[in-house]
């Protein structure tokens, strides 16, 4: 199934190369016709003073009118051939949301978001963005688990909960890089100690849903560790005051 989505996602990304190669050789072909044709007039002494004038006054004229959609078009095809950030099929991160790219053309780019919305960006306005990229990201990718335990926790039980983590991680080879660190962050209210456990995929975060399937695994473990060492997290007692608003007794 992951070959045949890769070789519909390429199929899918040369298609649009195509299309805005194509369209870029037609933006180019009538910018030639157009120097041809003044050459030419040159060349054959058709051009007088008055003519040169006028035209260069209409293009004067057009580039006032015009000018701001030309640099528009510039930094487009720029970004698109240049920079390219991202092909067809990649899942990218502009302005905190995360969507896969759907569609490329010279001027916009289409995203799909996660509830699948269509999104159109100006590609002048993604040349001023910073863009993350998971296809483009190194398989080894970073993730965290955070939770809260009861401070008065002994030291053996958080060292075998250590212990526990590990021999679940390298079990998991497959899933998870043996490299991880489980920290103490703080301490609060004096009863509550904030832990976090920072763990390493072996997969970068373009196949997402195989990233939260992974992750929610690890976390099910952890509750299951969690109830065979007793761990537990106790609130703090509470003040409560009752006042009762009723008749007096007779």
């Known amino acids: 199934i992951k070959v045949y989505k890769d070789r519909e996602t390429l199929k899918r990304s040369l298609n649009d190369a195509k299309t805005a190669i194509e369209e870029l050789n037609r933006i180019l072909s009538a ?3 157009v120097v041809i044709i003044i050459v030419w007039l040159l060349v054959m002494g058709l051009l007088t003073y008055k003519i040169i004038a006028l035209v260069t006054s209409q293009l004067v004229l ?9 640099r528009t078009c510039f930094e487009a095809i720029i970004f698109v051939f240049v920079t390219h950030p991202f092909d067809v099929g990649d899942r990218c991160i502009i302005d905190g949301v995360q969507m896969v790219v759907d569609e490329m053309n010279i001027l916009t780019t289409i995203f799909l978001r996660y509830d699948n919305e269509r999104i159109y960006y100006p590609n002048s306005v993604l040349a001023t963005k910073p863009i993350g990229n998971f296809f483009r990201s190194p398989p080894e990718m970073g993730d965290s688990v955070e939770f809260a335990i009861d401070v008065f926790t002994s030291i053996e039980i ?5 212990s526990r983590i590990k021999h679940y991680l390298e079990r ?6 043996k490299d991880h660190i489980l920290v103490v962050k703080e301490i609060e209210n004096v009863n509550k ?5 920072y763990v390493t995929h072996t997969i970068n975060f373009q ?4 990233k939260v ?3 929610s695994k690890l976390v099910l473990e952890l509750k299951k560790i969690f109830e065979d060492l007793g761990i537990r997290y106790y609130l703090l007692p509470q003040e409560v005051r009752i006042r009762y608003t009723g008749p007096l007794p007779s």
């Open 31 to 33: 910018i030639v016709i």
């Open 213 to 215: 399937k992974r992750r």
């Open 172 to 177: 998991k080879h497959k899933h998870w890089s």
């Open 62 to 70: 057009l580039a006032f009118m015009f000018g701001n959609t030309a």
């Open 193 to 197: 100690m904030e832990m976090a456990l």
């Open 207 to 210: 196949d997402y849903a195989k």
């Open 158 to 162: 958080i060292a075998e909960l250590k």
